[in-house]
């Protein structure tokens, strides 16, 4: 039986799947029937395919040449004489160029050219051994400022150049008079400088540039660049004693510098016309390092330890957060393109029935974009008033919506509720049928 079962197992195998037609044999020259679609191993022709799906008729016009029906490359072309693959052009569509705020194709690739030939110095000046480290720092600084992500980005918004939002942001102004008004600084002014690492330059999530974009006396170094390091030296040079630096773990309390103001404007001892000598125009100056954690505690570190380091209160914090809050699930405005610790998050990690340890409340992570660090600190040292602080806080609030719309993602705040007039519903108009 065994026998009888394998032979006929043989015979099985053998059989073809499907019978031949009846003249397949006899007649050489006539082709083989094409595969049905439900076999294995079907191929069909590539001349029969074309056959079975022709090629939709063009359109007039359409194709001719090096561009297609909607204006993208057809195929590669010489640009400037350097012949260009049909995967460069596309990079450089007219929709792109329109958001790097470029003219034309030609302008891209010199841009690009250029940025590479800077490259190339860059890397043979880190691999010279003869090079102090501090040069090679500002070169390494110098070209992420120039040709980083600033390249095609507006140089105060940081954004791209056909998103720009800087026509769209609050500023307050230093008011010499010292008559109150509306989103004002005061005499005695304070000044805040931004000491930003170089990777944190035209970031477009991120939120230091709004400093010197927003407020009267607002500066923005970068840290390795050679001008920036002699600047930061002279301001701590020249307002020593009045010079502290924002960081969680302070030697000084903010009450302090704001009793020690409000001295000075009762007394008079600060000149309150700015434009005869800007060094007695401001009473304090307050640092505000802009980097990660890691490169922050190395910036700070470069900072002689005799200034003292000031730490935002939480109340601060608290008070501007019920003035602009931000979304439920994030403690930062500049949450929903960073990546923070959301409260829903931290709340899930947290073992039950142990108290947060965070000073800001239950399931708060603590992190706060640098513009919001400085805003709370001027509340609590008494430069701005709380009004003046909600205002400019809610150019957070523009910059997150831009960014999210130049990812052509969903805004995540609704600015026509915000403020009050007429000023926040064109705002939220504008930014609405603005084309991206």
């Given at each position: 039986?065994?026998?009888m ?16 037609p ?59 004489g ?7 052009l ?120 709004l ?31 009045r ?10 309390e ?19 016309d ?47 957060a ?77 910059k ?32 609405a049928?603005?084309?991206?």
């Amino acid at each position: 039986e065994r026998q009888m079962c394998c032979s006929e197992a043989r015979a099985r195998c053998a059989m073809p799947a499907h019978p031949l037609p009846a003249d397949a044999a006899g007649d050489a020259d006539t082709p083989p029937a094409i595969a049905r679609k439900q076999e294995k191993r079907a191929h069909v022709p590539r001349e029969e395919w074309r056959r079975l799906h022709p090629k939709p008729p063009r359109e007039k016009g359409s194709g001719d040449g090096d561009f297609g029906a909607k204006g993208g490359p057809a195929r590669a072309r010489l640009v400037g004489g350097i012949l260009r693959s049909q995967a460069e052009l596309e990079v450089a569509s007219p929709r792109n160029l329109q958001l790097w705020g470029l003219d034309s194709v030609e302008a891209y690739f010199e841009t690009e050219d250029r940025r590479a030939s800077a490259k190339v110095s860059l890397d043979a000046l880190m691999r010279d051994p003869d090079v102090s480290p501090e040069r090679k720092h500002d070169a390494s600084a110098r070209h992420h400022v120039v040709w980083g992500r600033s390249t095609f980005a507006c140089a105060k918004c940081w954004l791209l150049k056909g998103n720009c939002v800087c026509r769209f942001l609050s500023k307050a102004f230093a008011d010499k008079s010292g008559a109150s008004s509306q989103c004002s600084m005061r005499p005695p002014f304070v000044r805040v400088v931004v000491y930003a690492h170089h990777n944190e330059v035209a970031r477009g999530n991120g939120s230091g540039n709004l400093v010197p974009a927003c407020l009267p006396f607002g500066e923005l170094l970068v840290a390795g660049l050679a001008e920036h390091e002699k600047r930061l030296a002279l301001l701590l040079r020249e307002n020593a004693g009045r010079v502290a630096v924002l960081w969680p773990r302070g030697t000084m309390e903010a009450a302090e510098i704001k009793e020690m103001l409000s001295n000075d404007a009762k007394r008079g001892g600060i000149e309150a016309d700015t434009s005869a000598n800007e060094k007695n125009a401001t009473g304090w100056t307050l640092i505000a390092v802009d980097a990660t954690w890691n490169s922050a505690r190395k910036m700070v570190s470069r900072i002689p330890s005799s200034v003292p380091r000031v730490s935002v209160p939480a109340e601060a914090f608290q008070a501007l957060a019920a003035r602009v809050p931000p979304l439920p699930t994030h403690d930062s405005l500049l949450g929903p393109v960073r990546k923070y610790d959301a409260r829903e998050k931290k709340q899930k990690d947290q073992t039950p029935g142990t108290p947060s340890s965070s000073r800001d409340g239950a399931g708060d992570s603590g992190r706060r974009c640098t513009f919001e660090a400085v805003l709370a600190s001027l509340l609590a040292v008494g430069a701005l008033d709380e009004d003046a602080c909600a205002s400019l806080l809610r150019n957070v609030k523009v910059k997150v919506n831009a960014v999210l719309r130049q990812k052509h993602m969903p805004e995540a705040y609704d600015l026509s509720g915000e403020g009050s007039g007429g000023d926040a519903e064109a705002l939220a108009s504008a930014l609405a049928n603005a084309t991206v």
